[in-house]
């Protein structure tokens, strides 16, 4: 059976050293490429068929511009409007990302925690300079509730502090460890699937059943692909919103 870690191996395409720092182009690195043209294509292509019946692919574009214009404007408020750009650019990187790794022989790049950290980082680093930008040390009374009284504030505070300083790790362990699980899983049925089908005549119709459940388990990605791309988004809505609209 084929090992199934091997799928999440950096391999470089095209090998490249600046001194002692690798800057090889990789797997990971073609496959965000290859995830970013396909985006712009697709997206430039639905943005030109503005007819007033609009073609499958306009409608594809509408609800996709849609879905985060109001996971933008429910999570964030009007003021949000200006993150808008980003949660798209974030949204789309991600959910291409999760689909194009269902692709045999591809690479799934969101199944790596150093993008997904990355990608967690750049929205904290966000919300953290936001703040700061547009209320000043304001900002810092996020970490310190109205109402509460005086005696649980060596409390709370501490708490608001560590809820705020491990959204960077929750964010980015979720979407790492559902691609890597869920990736993991198929391979080691289709490996099942393959074993029984090198038995012989009893073994490919004993490989049927595994082939059978990793049909319903790619069904299942499918949808966990979406899921955890839009998740994402919508989580880092929730956390910008602080910085237009700062909880007392």
Known sequence: MANP??????????PFALGNIDLSFTNSAL?????AVLSITFLSMAAKQKSLVPGRMQ??????????????????????RQYFPFIFTLFIFILMGNVLG???????????????????????????????????????????PSGAPLWLMPFIIPL???????????????????????HIILKVVAGFAVAAASIGAGGAL???FPVVINIALLVFECLVAVVQAYVFAILSCVYLKDTVDLHH
């Open 5 to 14: 870690i091997h799928q999440f191996a950096i391999e470089p395409k095209i």
């Open 160 to 182: 608001e502090l560590i809820s705020f300083f491990v959204r960077p790790l929750t964010l980015s362990i979720r979407l790492f460890a559902n691609m890597m699980a869920g």
């Open 102 to 144: 269902l692709i045999p022989y591809s690479f799934t790049y969101t199944s790596h925690l150093a993008v997904t950290g990355m990608l967690a980082l750049i929205v904290f680093f966000m919300v953290f300079f936001f703040g700061i930008f547009y209320h000043g040390l304001k900002f810092f009374s996020l970490f310190v």
């Open 59 to 80: 409608i594809a574009g509408e609800m996709l511009y849609e879905v985060v214009a109001g996971m933008v404007r429910n999570n964030i408020g009007i003021k949000g």
């Open 206 to 208: 004993l490989g049927i």
């Open 31 to 35: 496959w965000m490429v290859i995830g």
